[in-house]
C-alpha cells in the first residue's frame, strides 16, 4: 500500500522560506505533486514533477517555488521562498497512478504565513 508522509510545514513571517517533504517510497516512477488547501476554498495544484525531471507550477507559485525530488531517498521537495499570507493552507503531498489520477495522498501538513 502507497503511504505518502509529508513533513515541514509550520509558521513563518511574511517573506520567509519553508521546505516541504514529502516521503513517497514506491512511487519513483509516478509524477509526484503538491496541492494546498486554504479554509473555504477547495483543494488547488500547486506544483508536479515527473521523471525525469519535468515540472510545472500554478501560476501564483511561480518563481516563488520549487518542486524537486530526490530519488535515492524516494522523497519530494518543495522549497517556499517569499512566502504570502495568502500561501497559508494545508498542503498536501500526491502521487499519480497508473491511470493518470493523483490517487495517493499524504495527510496534510499546516504552513501559517502571517502578515
Known amino acids: 500500500q502507497v503511504r505518502l508522509v509529508e513533513s515541514g510545514g509550520g509558521l513563518v513571517q511574511a517573506g520567509g522560506s519553508l521546505r516541504l517533504s514529502c516521503a513517497a517510497p514506491?512511487?519513483?516512477?509516478?509524477?509526484l505533486g503538491w496541492f494546498r488547501q486554504a479554509p473555504g476554498k477547495e483543494r488547488e495544484f500547486v506544483a508536479s514533477?515527473?521523471?525525469?525531471?519535468?515540472?510545472f507550477y500554478a501560476d501564483p507559485v511561480k518563481g516563488r517555488f520549487t518542486i524537486s525530488r530526490d530519488y535515492a531517498r524516494s522523497t519530494v521537495y518543495l522549497q517556499m521562498n517569499r512566502l504570502k499570507p495568502e500561501d497559508t493552507a494545508v498542503y498536501y503531498c500526491?502521487?499519480?497512478?497508473?491511470?493518470?489520477?493523483?490517487?495517493?495522498w499524504g495527510q496534510g501538513t499546516q504552513v501559517t504565513v502571517s502578515s
Open positions: 514533477i515527473s521523471r525525469p525531471s519535468s515540472t
Open positions: 514506491g512511487l519513483d516512477g509516478a509524477a
Open positions: 500526491a502521487g499519480e497512478s497508473s491511470s493518470g489520477e493523483w490517487d495517493y
